[in-house]
């Protein structure tokens, strides 16, 4: 899960980690209103997570999106959503959509690897 090559600079590990991340800050603190305070360096940096602890981290993170997502309405689908301030404003469904595509591509690595590194 943290073994990288040559020609891979993020272990699976790491992108796990990224996703977490991720899911926490734009989903738990900005629809959510969590307290969460993202630190993106640490996603790439830390290593040799124990595979328990990745996997509570996980857990924790599904049932913070579950617990969010479903309590939107329609009417919250269609307010502004900015991820960044001066960035351009979007519906928060439209960022949704946005969103998927960006976790799919991080899990298309994840999986990729794992079959690179597998051979």
């Keep these: 899960m943290w073994k990288t090559e040559k020609n891979i600079s993020n ?3 790491n992108l796990c980690l990224h ?21 993106r360096d640490l996603e790439f940096s830390l290593k040799n997570i124990p595979r328990n602890e990745l996997i509570e981290k996980i857990q924790a993170t599904a049932v913070m999106v579950d617990r969010i997502l479903s309590t939107l309405t ?19 469904i439209h960022f949704l959509i946005h969103y998927i595509a960006h976790l799919d591509y991080h899990l ?9 590194l597998d051979n």
């Design 108 to 116: 298309g690595q994840i999986n990729y690897y794992r079959r690179l």
């Design 11 to 13: 272990s699976a590990g």
């Design 74 to 92: 329609e009417a919250s689908l269609k307010n502004e959503y900015s991820r960044a301030p001066g960035e351009e404003k979007i519906s928060t």
């Design 19 to 39: 996703l977490i991340g991720n899911l926490n800050h734009f989903i738990g603190a900005q629809l959510g209103n969590t307290d969460y305070i993202r630190q």
